[in-house]
């Protein structure tokens, strides 16, 4: 069975303050791993998407990367705006099902 | 604006009422999808259509019926519900039904059952 693991689960930072957020996944053939931005009592909003390992996507203050068995989402200089739950997702890996699985997410808070 | 829309954004509903979703995308996309998100649990994929067929029904009580007239709208018939639906839920679509294509999402549609 497919699983995503995301810590932490909840992340304070200070404006300017750099950290990094950690996605664990477990699937039986890699086919792609989803990077999501949730606003409260919104949908998600699609960031980035990494296919092999040692893959890097770059937007903004935001920088993906992965590995065979995890992503990391770095946030360089964060600001107040970047506040949100981030959502880590993979394909579903059983027999040609469709969808995604999804992460429980990081909730970031960037404090003025 | 994510080129995937849903009605209504809020819904208050009986246990005995019956009502429907709307979800609506406009990029030429030929996969939707519908997800539940409950309070401190990941999106639960519910269903998935993929060239208004549906591939996908993720072991989701009777009381939850999708339907998908064309590769551009989504509905989610809701009967007979229970308070523990009370939830986001989210329609999101892509280009196919491969998983190899990023899915975008509506903004939801916030559900409340009393």
């Known amino acids: 069975e497919d699983q995503v693991t995301q810590s932490p689960e909840a992340l304070r930072l200070q404006e300017g303050e750099s950290s990094s957020l950690n996605c664990s996944y477990t699937v039986s053939g890699l086919r792609g791993l989803f990077w999501y931005r949730q606003d409260p009592g919104k949908g998600p909003e699609f960031l980035f998407t990494l296919y092999s390992a040692g893959e890097e996507k770059e937007k903004e203050r935001l920088k993906a990367t992965l590995t065979k068995k995890e992503s990391f989402l770095h946030i360089t200089a964060p600001k107040p705006e970047d506040s949100a739950t981030y959502l880590c997702a993979v394909p579903n890996s059983g027999g040609g099902a469709d969808g995604l699985t999804f992460g429980k997410g990081t909730h970031l808070i960037i404090q003025p | ?114």
């Open chain 2, 1 to 114: 604006e994510t080129g995937v829309t849903q009605t209504p954004r809020h819904l208050v509903m009986g246990m005995t009422n019956k009502k429907s979703l709307k979800c609506e995308q406009h990029l030429g996309h030929n996969a939707m999808y519908w997800y539940k998100q409950s309070a401190k649990k990941p999106l639960e994929l519910m269903f998935v259509y993929n060239f208004k067929e549906q591939t996908e029904n993720n072991s989701v009580p009777s009381r939850f019926s999708p339907e998908c007239p064309n590769s551009s709208h989504l509905f989610l018939h809701l009967h007979t519900l229970q308070p523990e639906d009370s939830a986001l839920y989210l329609c999101a679509s892509s280009l196919t039904g491969t998983a190899n294509t990023e899915a975008f999402f509506g903004q939801g549609t916030r559900l409340t059952v009393v």
